[in-house]
C-alpha cells in the first residue's frame, strides 16, 4: 500500500480511495456475513432492524477518508465503511 502515500493528483487519489473502500468493503462485508451481523458496525452496536443488514458498497461510504485525503496514514486500519446515515450521523458531531 506504500504506494499509495505518494498520489497527488486528484483523480488518481479519488481513484486510490475507492480502491481502499472496496477493499474496506469486501473485508468487512465477508467477516459480517460469517457472524450474522451487519457489515455496518454502528448498525450492530444499534442493535435495530438493521443489526444483521448487509449494505450494497453504494449504500456505504468510508469513515475517516477525509484523514486519508488530508495525508493521514494510508492504512486500512485508519479507516472503516459505515452506511450512509451513521457515516452521516457521525459528521455532524
Ligand atoms: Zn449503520
Same mark, same amino acid.
Given at each position: 500500500m506504500a504506494e499509495l502515500g505518494r498520489i497527488c493528483n486528484p483523480t488518481e487519489r479519488s481513484k486510490a480511495s475507492l480502491q481502499l473502500e472496496t477493499i474496506l468493503y469486501n473485508r468487512q462485508t465477508e467477516e459480517a456475513k460469517a457472524q450474522h451481523k451487519s457489515n455496518c458496525p454502528d448498525c450492530v452496536l444499534e /442493535? %435495530?432492524? *438493521? %443489526?444483521e443488514k448487509i449494505w450494497d458498497f453504494k449504500d456505504m461510504e468510508a469513515d475517516n477518508i477525509r484523514a486519508w485525503s488530508k /495525508? /493521514?496514514?494510508? *492504512?486500512?486500519?485508519n479507516g472503516q465503511m459505515l452506511c450512509k446515515r451513521h457515516n452521516r450521523l457521525k459528521g455532524n458531531k
Open positions: /442493535g %435495530k432492524a *438493521n %443489526k /495525508g /493521514g496514514p494510508t *492504512n486500512l486500519d
